[in-house]
């Protein structure tokens, strides 16, 4: 079999500059498809081969995120200590910590066994009714994303 001549070493090196360390399918995805030539990728290697090719040879692990309500989620990341804080963001782009979740961060307390993230959404209809006691107290504004993190490296 002919040596490989993928520029591992290259590609490692881009790999360790990027600040983001979670990368969903779709984003490994996107950078093979805008890959600098200096990687030197074989022309036949497709979006798949790469994400195995980066499993098997670098730093790149994937893990599993968790949910009683939502299907599981997958994340690829790049090397062995992540902080939970970067893979919860990762859950959604754009995602931003909670208040909560800032605090303890930036050690003005709080509880660091959970992170709490949250994205923006978009722009609602006014609503039309009236706000009432009983919906206040019948917990309509609860979330329901929890995630739990399985297949730690």
């Known amino acids: 079999m002919p040596k490989s001549l993928i520029n591992l070493a290259r590609l490692e090196a881009d790999f360790e500059k990027w600040p983001e360390r979670a990368f969903s399918k779709s984003e490994l995805e996107s950078i093979f498809a805008e890959s600098p030539v200096e990687w030197n990728l074989p022309r036949s290697m497709t979006s798949t081969k790469f994400i195995a090719m980066l499993r098997g040879r670098s730093k790149l692990s994937r893990v599993t995120l968790k949910s009683a309500d939502y299907p599981p989620l997958l994340r690829y990341v790049w090397g062995r200590k992540i902080s939970p804080v970067l893979l919860a963001l990762s859950i959604k782009r754009h995602a931003y910590c909670s208040h909560a979740s800032a605090m303890w961060i930036h050690g003005l307390g709080g ?23 009983e919906a206040i107290l019948s917990g309509q504004r609860k979330t329901g994303h929890v995630w739990s993190l399985q297949n730690r490296p």
């Open 111 to 133: 509880n660091e066994r959970k992170v709490f993230v949250n994205s923006e959404q978009s722009e609602k209809p006014p609503n039309r009714g009236a706000l009432t006691q």
